[in-house]
């Protein structure tokens, strides 16, 4: 973790926020390809 806040506290805060919405929009659309799935029952279940 010390690595990753030094690594944040050199980079610029541009870079860390576009990585954070990069990682925002991963999620959604992992969730949009797990939701589009017929097995919504499954899925249901495991949330």
Same mark, same amino acid.
């Given at each position: ?5 030094? *690594? @944040? ?8 926020? =576009? $990585? #954070? ?7 959604? *659309? @992992? ?8 097995? =919504? $029952? #499954? ?5």
């Amino acid at each position: 973790l010390a690595s990753n806040n030094d *690594a @944040l506290a050199v980079s610029p805060p541009r870079s860390a926020v =576009s $990585e #954070e919405e990069q990682a925002r929009a991963g999620v959604y *659309a @992992l969730l949009g390809t797990v939701l589009a799935q017929p097995c =919504s $029952e #499954e899925v249901l279940d495991f949330l």
